[in-house]
């Protein structure tokens, strides 16, 4: 088995990073292409040797360009690599233009896909994000889910149970895993090691460059006046170059950077901002990576959006959408001080994502397809036999594989009472309504 990895921005390297680890570890045949999608020094082999994984085998460095521009030269690179090299599946992961490109080329040329957090959903169209992980799901083959919820967003639109395996995230590996590399290695930017965290007290880590609201003048300026009043907090910006030049050019980030408890450094390394996030008594932010990894290092968050794709971490508890209402953001940074047990129910809120065993269950899943030649796309061989749809009330005990097995069936759905259920084949469904297909 031939198993290729897609890469093309920094949050990918970091998140495939432990499944790379693991099908090295297993010794399976493996090639990593990076796109070079955002190519700078963060983007160099110095990352992948930070995060001490081998270097990509290959790197076509589309570079930075219009969304049309970028996916098509990084089509264009791909194809000629999987042509190439023929691997057994190909692996994306999340919502970038590498993942939608990856994921078209390689169903164009009947290669297996895996689709790496599958099933997330903002159902917000608006956002490129939206369209590139909506896209990839109908152009994959295997979808490795983070959590249920993730997996009934996929159901309600029509794929079947049989091919989402729910793994947890690998942000959860990549924490743990990054955390400890990071704490050997100790912080090198020297603007944040000045700033000497471990002995400074209420940090809050603020990451802000989403469209939305560093464009909207009247958005971002709600956000400043929070800040303003947030004099109680020390609060670390690593900026990103973007939002600087916005904010310069809106006239608010002379005033932001004249605030003492303002401290706006430029965008440091992974490592270093992870150790940054662990130290933190919250974080700030519209980045939905960082959502996740809050609630993995015990970190509340405030996100400054109205709608996420990570709903797990509200419904937990460990997260909270104030979207750019100052009021909202300053009665929640005060809740977070005051109120120790409002504090701790955040702090502790059970992790979505799982415990860190995603990475071992992704592979194995691949390992099993690959063994019962689930990986091979051919064209059908049969001719279609029809089948119906039904509904059904379940009387009786009876698992899901069984009542599949009995009926010749494929079940969708299962809803005990008003709440959906995620179909898994040892499920009970006494009790519960369900949809499903059945061959005649």
């Known amino acids: 088995m031939k198993i290729a990895t897609i890469l093309g921005t920094r949050p990918e390297i970091i998140k495939m990073a432990p499944i790379i680890d693991e099908i090295a570890k297993r010794g399976i045949d493996q090639i990593v292409l990076h796109t070079g999608q955002h190519y700078d020094k963060e983007m160099s082999d110095n990352f992948f040797r930070d995060l001490e994984i081998p270097s990509p085998d290959y790197n076509i460095h589309v570079g930075s360009a219009s969304h049309g521009k970028q996916t098509g030269l990084m089509m264009k690179g791909i194809e000629e690599v999987l042509v190439s090299e023929k691997p057994d599946i190909v692996l994306v992961q999340g919502d970038t233009n590498a993942v939608l490109a990856g994921a078209l080329v390689a169903s164009k040329l009947h290669i297996a896909v895996g ?68 704490k050997k290695r100790g912080i090198e930017e020297e603007s944040l090691s000045r700033l000497d965290i471990e002995n400074m007290d209420n940090i809050l880590t603020l990451t802000m460059h989403r469209a939305e609201n560093v464009d909207d003048r009247k958005r971002v300026t709600s956000i400043i006046e929070a800040l303003k009043e947030l004099d109680q907090m020390n609060i670390i910006f690593p900026i990103h170059p973007r939002t600087k030049n916005t904010l310069q050019e809106f006239g608010l980030f002379d005033e932001l950077d004249s605030l003492e408890h303002v401290h706006i450094i430029k965008p440091i390394g992974y490592l270093d901002f992870l150790q940054l996030t662990s130290a933190s008594t919250l974080i700030l932010t519209d980045s939905g990576g960082l959502q996740e990894e809050a609630i993995t290092l015990d970190v509340p968050a405030l996100t400054l959006r109205y709608n996420t794709e990570r709903p ?52 194995d899943a691949i390992q099993e397809y690959y063994e019962k030649g689930l990986l091979d796309i051919k064209a059908p061989e049969d001719i279609m036999s029809s089948f119906s749809r039904k509904m059904a009330l379940i009387d009786e005990d009876i698992t899901v594989r069984e009542f599949e097995t009995k009926n010749d069936a494929l079940i969708h759905m299962a809803y005990d009472g008003d709440e959906m259920r995620f179909p898994a084949d040892d499920l009970n469904l006494n009790g519960m309504m369900i949809t499903y297909d059945e061959r005649e």
Request: proline fraction near 3%.
């Open 312 to 363: 797990e971490t509200v419904t937990s508890g460990g997260n909270i959408l104030v979207g750019s209402d100052k009021d909202a953001i300053l009665e929640y940074v005060d809740r977070i001080l005051s109120d120790e047990e409002f504090r701790d129910k955040m702090k502790n809120a059970p992790n979505p994502y799982g415990q860190g065993d995603s990475a071992k269950l992704t592979v």
């Open 115 to 182: 689709h790496v957090e599958a099933g997330l959903r903002s159902f917000d169209m608006t956002m490129p994000e939206e369209i590139n992980r909506r896209v990839a799901d109908v152009a994959s083959s295997m979808y490795f889910v983070p959590t249920v919820e993730s997996a009934i967003n996929l159901l309600a639109e029509g794929f079947s149970r049989r091919n989402l395996i729910v793994t947890g995230n690998t942000v959860v590996d990549a924490c743990f895993r990054h955390l400890e590399i990071a």
